[in-house]
């Protein structure tokens, strides 16, 4: 599976942006989705996540209420509106994929995935 985000930019605060991350590859094994963020000199850290057979969503509390995930089967495309954004959200945005069912795993961890994106630059001014 290969990804590929898009969709970054540069925006003042309480703007948005619309992510995009195209999926190619073996796309009908894809199980669960997500978008991580890291910020300079900070770890990669859980931005919202999307079980991809029945788009059961869940987000980290620092984006609840103003960014939304979501995910176009029909497409292999997985994208996150962000809306109301804050200078606080300026990071590298990645996209991430588990293309296994099997086994215990926690969704906000980076290890439960095995494929990544190659990241995309969100900055918001203040």
């Known amino acids: 599976v290969q990804l590929q985000a898009s969709g970054g930019g540069l925006v003042q605060a309480g703007g948005s942006l619309r992510l995009a991350c195209a999926a190619s590859?073996?796309?009908?094994?894809?199980?669960?989705m997500g978008w991580f963020r890291q910020a300079p000199g900070k770890e990669r850290e859980f931005v919202a996540g999307i079980k991809w057979s029945d788009s059961i969503t869940y987000y980290a509390d620092s984006v609840e209420g103003r960014f939304t995930i979501s995910r176009d089967s029909g497409k292999n495309t997985l994208y996150l509106q962000m809306n109301s954004l804050k200078p606080e959200d300026t990071a590298v945005y990645y996209c991430?994929?588990?293309?296994?069912?099997?086994?215990?795993?926690?969704?906000?961890?980076?290890?439960?995935?095995?494929?990544w994106g190659q990241g995309t630059q969100v900055t918001v001014s203040s």
């Open positions: 590859g073996r796309t009908f094994s894809t199980y669960f």
């Open positions: 991430a994929a588990r293309t296994f069912s099997l086994g215990s795993y926690n969704y906000r961890q980076i290890t439960a995935y095995n494929y």
